[in-house]
């Protein structure tokens, strides 16, 4: 048994993706194509909005930002799921996984205030025009941004350390292909109640408020639209909203699903909450680049002049700015 002053050599084992031997190859591989994309799709935005002076928007530095912490997130489940499926070692040292756990945690709870973020920045465009430029400065864009951090650190070293004075007994499976704080609390062999009370509270709250905020500016946003004379300003407006829209609703439906609909320790519901946790750890993530340059012509011009190597020059300034 291992509690908080656990040694380093003490190991969990993690339930993984699949049991099925024969299905290991083919998950390495899908789950190596999609980590590469992920990284590779996000890193182009990243460099997109680098490079190309007419993207240095408060919209665009926030989708920057989302796709570094999305790029981060994956990094911190994926490498460790490849390893144990190519070696077929399903243990992870007691202290990785707390390491694990609390940048999942910091990366994860990040999608979820920029996400929030990105729909006040909408709500101000479309709710505000002629106040934009004023309140979206490039100073409360750095602002919003590092409260998104400073927010997420906190929370996550409060869970994390939560954790860590819990006790833990060898031989017991960790229902999921990382440590998260649900599976972990499942396995471990002390009182979780106060853990369980901070989740429901703390996590809820991370996950609720910001889900709410971004329902009231979309519920001002449309009613700000729908007063708008014609259809083709209409449409504008409504096309600058749609990919945060998919986003939100692709991420938040598996969040909430993940931690706030409780789940028996069956074999089925361990695969249903792991068919959950790849939606919002590496689905999302993957398909965010798409989303968003999808429909988006600014994005897909930059994206196009990055490739063949046209990029506007952006001197010695800093990578991304708000104007």
């Not at 981060?72 to 007691?94: D, E, G, H």
């Not at 809820?204 to 259809?231: C, D, H, N, Q, R």
């Amino acid at each position: 048994m291992a509690g908080g002053n656990q040694s380093s050599v003490f190991e969990l084992l993690l339930w993984g993706l699949s049991e099925q031997p024969e299905q290991q190859h083919r998950l390495f591989l899908l789950f190596l194509w999609m980590y590469l994309v992920t990284v590779a799709g996000n890193l182009l935005i990243i460099l997109a909005i680098g490079t190309d002076t007419r993207l240095h928007t408060p919209m665009y530095f926030f989708l920057a930002s989302l796709s570094c912490a999305d790029i981060l997130f994956t990094s911190t489940t994926v490498p460790k799921a490849l390893v144990n499926i190519q070696t077929q070692n399903r243990s992870i040292s007691y202290v990785e996984c707390l390491t694990q756990l609390y940048f999942f945690l910091t990366f994860g709870d990040m999608d979820i205030f920029l996400l929030a973020t990105m729909a006040y920045d909408r709500y101000v465009a479309i709710c505000h025009p002629l106040h934009y430029a004023m309140i979206m400065s490039r100073q409360r864009c750095i602002i919003l941004v590092t409260a998104c951090w400073t927010l997420t650190s906190f929370v996550a070293m409060t869970h994390t350390f939560l954790i860590f004075r819990l006790s833990f007994c060898s031989k017991k499976i960790i229902p999921d292909f990382f440590c998260d704080l649900g599976p972990l609390m499942k396995v471990s062999c002390s009182d979780t109640h106060v853990n369980e009370l901070v989740l429901l509270f703390l996590g809820g709250a991370v996950i609720l408020i910001p889900f709410g905020l971004i329902l009231v500016s979309y519920i001002l946003i449309v009613s700000t639209i729908f007063m708008v004379p014609s259809a083709q300003g209409r449409y504008k407006a409504f096309s600058t909203c749609g990919s945060h829209l998919a986003v939100v609703a692709l991420f938040f439906g598996t969040v909430i699903r993940a931690y706030l609909c409780p789940s028996s320790s069956s074999s089925n519901s361990i695969e249903e909450d792991t068919a959950a946790a790849v939606m919002y750890t590496v689905v999302t993530p993957l398909l965010n680049p798409f989303i968003y340059s999808l429909r988006n012509k600014d994005m897909q011009g930059a994206l196009g002049r990055l490739l063949r190597g046209k990029v506007s020059s952006c001197g010695h300034q800093c990578l991304l700015q708000c104007s």
